[in-house]
């Protein structure tokens, strides 16, 4: 399975989130060329302020395999992670981070996001885990306006 | 409730979670003057790599108020929170975290911590809560030595 196609996943559940009148990120786990849970945002259904789709998903992949080690997955996120998203991947022990669309694009469609970049704040904590940006970006980014266009949903 | 009263919830939780076999760590949220919610790390015992004390906490509290927005309140935790926990309490819109031991303490546990000080990234994130630490350090910190000596739990 390539970045792309496992991003489509990540894409396809931001997709069905928006539908469901949550909030526009997506993220999927992969390990060994496998899916191994793909889930939204639920900050709104679940009244859960962690309940980013990368939280969801760590949490999700956990319980599939039974261990809060997630050594050999690759987390696949709709849009850059979060610091609270990229301490959790961290925390998971996963082996790379995957993003398409930038902070500063959730930011753009009015999310009351962090500015610290992924990478710095990687590099700040001394993370292992590797990070690859800007896979489907342009994709990844007109979900915002989908989920603007689907009306169903307010930033927070 | 004075800080000291409210940290002495989050020590006390936090040893019920040593108790329980879980890591050091533990965390209430106040709102006018009332315990919310009190909770320790389940990382181990959920499975679950996103499962500190703080974010515990501040999902019991949002199931508590049936909110997400949990402006007034207050998150007290025994140690300076990681980057995850930090960021969290943003997406939370807590007016205040106030912490006991410092990150790192929970290092010199074997934690692997993300060298990343709290006050940093709320810095660099213009996150508009407030920070106080080192309330009862002291006891937080024994916390990880009492933590030793019972034997049932390791760093990770």
Wanted: glycine share 8%.
């Amino acid at each position: 399975m390539t970045d792309e196609d496992a991003m489509k996943h990540a894409i396809a559940v931001c997709r069905e989130g928006i539908r469901r009148g949550q909030s526009p990120f997506g993220a999927a786990i992969v390990k060994e060329g496998l899916i191994v849970a793909a889930t939204h945002n639920t900050v709104r259904s679940h009244n859960d302020p962690t309940a980013h789709a990368e939280v969801n998903v760590l949490r999700a992949a956990s319980r599939v395999l039974a261990t809060f080690d997630l050594t050999g997955c690759t987390l696949y996120t709709t849009c850059e992670p979060c610091p609270m998203c990229l301490a959790a991947s961290h925390w998971a022990h996963v082996d790379r981070v995957v993003f398409g669309a930038a902070i500063s694009d959730a930011d753009r469609a009015g999310f009351r996001e962090m500015p610290v970049p992924a990478d710095e704040l990687a590099a700040m904590g001394k993370c292992e885990l590797k990070l690859t940006g800007k896979v489907l970006r342009d994709e990844c980014s007109r979900l915002f306006h989908e989920w603007k266009a689907a009306g169903n949903g307010t930033p927070y």
